[in-house]
């Protein structure tokens, strides 16, 4: 699938188009502006080596890698050729779930609720591959992917050496984003600064989508309907008559 490159003035008009398309959207860097959500997780204050799961539940997101095991935190000097975007705190893989060495493992990000928004900074000055970015839904089938071409990472060893990448819809259906690993063995990499909306509407389009307790799975401005009734009066009224709550 195509990916659209987002460029300095042009950033606003790229990323309606992205929104419309649906496609992934790479910001090149280094210190790539990312795109605009209600929740950034910067990776900061956490301990050196510190797994992580749990421990952003409250705002929205567990972290786990696909091979089982728990990506860790590293901050700078870090334990590889790789950057923050901001801070000095990095999440990267880890040998929690067998991988052969830090660093290598891929990432995966799981939302609270899906978004419409997902994406992180990610940063190898040195690579030997490429990088496969893939966004899924709650059953956990693919929605989109991005390859990131080994020869579209920056390589240099400052601040923001890196690019943001991720996925922009137009309906909040992503529930989890996964970075890496690397098309290559052994190459290490990083993330920082997971962007999304962790206060993303999942609205209903029509009655249809309210039937056989699918209305449940929606909610306005974090309200849930009531029942099948409440979610076909909201679509029926375009939103006049909003969720009376669970």
Same mark, same amino acid.
């Given at each position: 699938?195509?990916?659209?490159?987002?460029?300095?003035?042009?950033?606003?008009?790229?990323?309606?188009?992205?929104?419309?398309?649906?496609?992934?959207?790479?910001?090149?860097?280094?210190?790539?502006?990312?795109?605009?959500?209600?929740?950034?997780?910067?990776?900061?204050?956490?301990?050196?080596?510190?797994?992580?799961?749990?421990?952003?539940?409250?705002?929205?997101?567990?972290?786990?890698?696909?091979?089982?095991?728990?990506?860790?935190?590293?901050?700078?000097?870090?334990?590889?050729?790789?950057?923050?975007?901001?801070?000095?705190?990095? &999440?990267?893989?880890?040998?929690?779930?067998?991988?052969?060495?830090?660093?290598?493992?891929?990432?995966?990000?799981?939302?609270?609720?899906?978004?419409?928004?997902?994406?992180?900074? &990610?940063?190898?000055?040195?690579?030997?591959?490429?990088?496969?970015?893939?966004?899924?839904?709650?059953?956990?089938?693919?929605?989109?992917?991005?390859?990131?071409?080994?020869?579209?990472?920056?390589?240099?060893?400052?601040?923001?050496?890196?690019?943001?990448?991720?996925?922009?819809?137009?309906?909040?259906?992503?529930?989890?984003?996964?970075?890496?690993?690397?098309?290559?063995?052994?190459?290490?990499?990083?993330?920082?600064? &997971?962007?999304?909306?962790?206060?993303?509407?999942?609205?209903?389009?029509?009655?249809?989508?309210?039937?056989?307790?699918?209305?449940?799975?929606?909610?306005?401005?974090?309200?849930?309907?009531?029942?099948?009734?409440?979610?076909?009066?909201?679509?029926?009224?375009?939103?006049?008559?909003?969720?009376?709550?669970?």
């Amino acid at each position: 699938m195509k990916y659209v490159v987002v460029v300095g003035a042009v950033v606003g008009a790229l990323m309606a188009a992205a929104v419309a398309s649906a496609t992934p959207v790479v910001v090149p860097g280094p210190s790539p502006v990312a795109p605009t959500g209600d929740t950034l997780i910067s990776f900061e204050g956490q301990p050196e080596g510190a797994l992580i799961s749990t421990q952003y539940e409250s705002l929205g997101v567990t972290f786990s890698q696909p091979d089982g095991g728990r990506p860790q935190i590293d901050n700078d000097p870090f334990l590889y050729v790789y950057e923050a975007n901001s801070g000095d705190g990095v &999440l990267t893989g880890s040998t929690d779930g067998g991988a052969p060495s830090p660093a290598v493992a891929g990432i995966t990000a799981t939302f609270a609720q899906p978004t419409d928004l997902a994406g992180a900074f &990610l940063s190898d000055p040195i690579p030997l591959g490429d990088y496969t970015v893939t966004a899924r839904d709650a059953g956990g089938n693919v929605l989109e992917t991005v390859v990131i071409l080994r020869t579209e990472l920056p390589t240099c060893t400052v601040d923001g050496c890196g690019v943001w990448v991720g996925f922009e819809r137009s309906a909040a259906d992503i529930s989890s984003i996964t970075f890496g690993p690397s098309s290559a063995f052994g190459d290490a990499f990083a993330i920082d600064d &997971l962007t999304f909306n962790g206060n993303a509407d999942l609205v209903p389009q029509t009655a249809d989508d309210c039937k056989e307790d699918a209305w449940g799975n929606f909610h306005v401005d974090g309200v849930t309907f009531k029942n099948q009734g409440d979610c076909v009066s909201f679509v029926e009224t375009r939103g006049k008559n909003p969720p009376a709550g669970g």
